[in-house]
């Protein structure tokens, strides 16, 4: 019903940023929250940010506040990412997601998902 595609992703070095977008199909794109969550092999899917429909709410994992901003033009149904001052412990698998249960924190809550884009941070 939604398909969600990552794009952005790539290697960058220390200290540097990247924009990752992701653009939604679908009807009604404006009343679904919108996450990121990131993955490695060896973690747990980990919440990154969430957007409220409107765009007026957010929150921030502790690790990305102050260095990630989440926003969203629903003009063009589309959500980003933007990493400042990205550090190797960032490097993941970037995924969005779509909601509608707020602006909650765990995996189970949304209901689609994106491919991934592959972020890797150098040292």
């Known amino acids: 019903q939604v398909q969600l595609v990552e794009s952005g992703g790539g290697l960058v070095q220390a200290g540097g940023s990247l924009r990752l977008s992701c653009a939604a199909s679908?009807?009604?794109?404006?009343?679904?929250?919108m996450g990121w969550f990131r993955q490695t092999p060896r973690k747990e899917r980990e919440f990154v940010a969430a957007?409220?429909?409107?765009?007026?709410?957010?929150r921030y994992a502790d690790s990305v506040k102050g260095r990630f901003t989440i926003s969203r033009d629903n003009a063009k149904n589309t959500v980003y990412l933007q990493m400042n001052n990205l550090a190797p412990e960032d490097t993941a698998g970037y995924y969005c997601?779509?909601?509608?249960?707020?602006?909650?924190?765990?995996?189970?809550?949304?209901?689609?998902w994106g491919q991934g884009t592959q972020v890797t941070v150098s040292s």
């Open positions: 679908g009807r009604s794109f404006s009343s679904y929250v």
């Open positions: 957007i409220s429909g409107a765009g007026i709410n957010t």
């Open positions: 997601a779509a909601g509608r249960s707020g602006l909650v924190t765990t995996s189970d809550r949304y209901a689609y």
